[in-house]
């Protein structure tokens, strides 16, 4: 049962342009949302989070959409840089009391010069 | 301020063997969460401890367990390990449970059973 879904794979983007990561969820139970970005050989690292009483988050180059009634949230990166090459986790919070975080497969993102 | 770290970095077990993994918490973080990630997969919530206790558990069996120390540090416990259980395994801290908090991870623990 995959609660949160990336459908992309992969996505390749040349430097200086938009990269959209897209995201979809089946539970309407989540109610906080957030980005992590994944270099090899280290843990994922926080970007960027929405919360669900809100439709768009921005924060510099990140900008995080939500659209709850079509249960899809987005990730824009203006400009992509080559060192934003990275896998992108889409990750789900429901509220249970306690943190539990929900994740995507991931996107791996590259940049080229 | 010193970030998550976990130790060891790669191991390697047996089928059937004991493993214990250990996660040192973000400075000022009382709470910690572990995932299981497997290849190809995103990372997968095994349980959260706060205040030493275990206040959520994901869909992992008890073999799966883990201890929070009064410094906030924890380990992972696998017992009867399978082939299954190869995987990166990463600890999470935060600075509160409840909320919103966003998690900082560590570097994650390669676990591979042969």
């Known amino acids: 049962d995959q609660q949160v879904k990336q459908n992309s794979p992969s996505l390749s983007v040349q430097e200086g342009r938009i990269s959209i990561l897209n995201c979809d969820y089946t539970n309407s139970m989540f109610d906080y949302f957030l980005w992590y970005k994944k270099y090899p050989a280290e843990g994922p690292t926080f970007l960027i989070s929405?919360?669900?009483?809100?439709d768009k988050n921005e924060d510099g180059r990140f900008t995080v959409f939500l659209n709850k009634s079509a249960k899809h949230l987005s990730l824009h990166i203006v400009p992509s840089q080559p060192g934003d090459s990275a896998v992108y986790f889409c990750a789900a919070s429901p509220d249970t009391g306690f943190q539990k975080l929900v994740f995507g497969t991931g996107t791996r993102l590259l940049v080229s010069p | 301020e010193t970030g998550v770290t976990q130790s060891p970095t790669h191991l390697i077990k047996t089928r059937g063997q004991q493993v214990t993994l250990r996660c040192s918490s973000q400075?000022?973080?009382?709470?910690v969460s572990w995932y299981q990630q497997a290849l190809g997969q995103g990372p997968q919530f095994i349980f959260q401890?706060?205040?030493?206790?275990?206040?959520g558990r994901g869909n992992f069996p008890p073999r799966f367990s883990g201890l929070q120390f009064p410094n906030y540090s924890s380990e992972l416990n696998v017992n009867a390990l399978e082939l299954d259980d190869s995987a990166l395994y990463l600890c999470?801290?935060?600075?509160?449970?409840?909320?919103?908090?966003?998690?900082?991870f560590g570097p994650g623990t390669r676990l591979t059973v042969t």
């Open positions: 400075s000022g973080h009382n709470t």
């Open positions: 401890y706060y205040r030493e206790e275990e206040n």
């Open positions: 999470a801290s935060s600075p509160r449970t409840g909320g919103y908090y966003e998690q900082y």
């Open positions: 929405i919360s669900s009483i809100k």
